[in-house]
């Protein structure tokens, strides 16, 4: 069985549509780690020692296991205790809570190298522990690790195909619909890792503006 | 928590945890091997051989390496490549993390200071051994601690094996999970074992890193 993409063309809409899925899933799944990285760093570094250890040890446990069998964990687990999410959401809360434990590892660090300075300024200006941290040493230190946190962001987007395997119709699922029908894995596939590339080309433009926008000095 | 469960299933997830052990060592034997070709190759004199290195690292790193496997063992077939489900699996990820590894490698040989290769080449040594006993000695040390970080991703990457049904640990818990709807007790099983695994090679990896450190 040699090569024929001319089976392609009437799968067009539904590649289409399974690319704008898997932008949809990593977006959201990108704002949730971003935002849960910077609330578990903060957990990690300011919580008192009874919040702080059970947090710490889920971190280990979600940087120490595969993000697929987190997938399946969230996706039947939670219905056995009784809550049953859309897939989408399921995937959603995998991946992002995945890349908030890794984004927080990152923070985290750059936080400690905020100048003590920069909070005790903040103090003596009036501003209480919470408003300091959230709007003088936080944004601080997010800035020096956009860079980084980019990394995770794409490496977040190639991951976004493992949600194919609790059913959500994106990118990957997509295409193995399509070879379910046509019996054209090698095409199908093909075109499909060719429609990762292509967004992940415009995800890195999207992230160097970012980059640039937030930097210190221009 | 139903222990019971747990002790009945543990074997099946030992057994499953030894060819986890198994992919992970052949991927990363494999990604060592291409990741040396691949930093060579960015690394040569020869612009089409450059060229050829930036499209691997571009190709395997831009794209999913679920849809990478996928493509190797349903759409090998079309093209004439015929492996079974394990050797798919080797092969594919083993490719996949060469692509990443390929540019710790190229980093760390990048990060030596030019004027050690240079002061080599005046001393009367060739280009290859300016590079064999100057440069690359200096290089694998700095290599050590992100290829661990490599080899962390990889073995964690072997799950995705699972989906092209090679018995290995997630695909074990997977299915349990569907078999008894004790998803807690089987992702804690796998993930005990998997959390053995990668912290066991973490401190392998950092006692190797102390020890070729320079003081």
Excluded at chain 2, 157 to 173: F, R
Aim: hydrophobic share 55%.
């Amino acid at each position: 069985m040699g090569l024929d993409f001319s089976v392609l063309p009437p799968f067009y809409g539904t590649l289409a549509l399974g690319v704008l899925w898997t932008v949809a899933i990593t977006a959201t799944a990108a704002v949730l780690s971003f935002f849960g990285g910077i609330l578990l760093a903060v957990i990690a570094l300011y919580a008192p020692i009874v919040i702080r250890l059970p947090f710490r040890f889920l971190s280990w446990l979600f940087m120490g296991t595969p993000l697929l069998l987190q997938l399946f964990l969230i996706y039947f687990g939670l219905v056995q205790i009784g809550i049953d999410l859309p897939a989408f959401v399921a995937g959603v809360i995998g991946l992002g809570f995945h890349y908030a434990v890794y984004n927080s590892e990152l923070i985290q660090t750059a936080m400690i190298a905020v100048d003590k300075g920069q909070m005790e300024a903040a103090r003596t200006l009036g501003l209480s522990r919470r408003q300091a941290l959230i709007k003088v040493v936080v944004p601080q230190a997010v800035r020096d690790v956009i860079p980084p946190i980019g990394n995770n962001m794409i490496a977040l987007l190639k991951d976004s195909a493992l949600v194919s395997v609790i059913g959500v119709s994106e990118l990957t699922l997509s295409a193995q619909r399509a070879i379910g029908q046509t019996y054209r894995a090698f095409e199908f596939y093909a075109v499909a890792a060719l429609l990762y590339y292509v967004v992940n080309l415009g995800m890195e433009a999207v992230l160097r503006w970012f980059e640039n926008r937030n930097r210190l000095y221009r | 928590m139903d222990t019971e469960l747990i002790l009945k299933v543990y074997p099946y997830f030992l057994q499953a945890a030894v060819v986890t052990i198994e992919l992970s060592i052949l991927t990363i034997l494999l990604g060592l091997v291409c990741g040396a070709l691949g930093a060579a190759a960015r690394l040569s004199r020869l612009a089409g051989i450059r060229f050829l290195g930036a499209a691997y690292v571009s190709f395997f790193r831009g794209t999913p390496a679920l849809i990478q496997l996928f493509l190797l063992y349903f759409g090998g077939p079309q093209i004439g490549i015929q492996l079974d489900a394990f050797q798919a699996g080797v092969i594919g990820l083993g490719i996949n993390i060469g692509a990443y590894m390929t540019e710790t490698m190229r980093g760390a040989i990048i990060a030596i200071d030019r004027g050690q290769g240079e002061a080599a080449r005046t001393l009367g040594l060739s280009r290859m051994q300016a590079f064999r006993n100057v440069v690359l000695p200096q290089a694998l040390r700095l290599m050590i601690r992100p290829l661990g970080v490599n080899i962390n991703a990889q073995i964690k990457g072997t799950a995705l094996v699972s989906a092209i049904s090679v018995v290995e640990l997630t695909y074990t818990a997977q299915r349990y999970i569907g078999s008894t709807y004790k998803p807690f007790e089987m992702f804690l099983l796998a993930g005990v074992l998997y959390l053995v695994i990668i912290t066991t090679v973490g401190k392998g990896v950092a006692y190797l890193d102390r020890k070729v450190r320079l003081p």
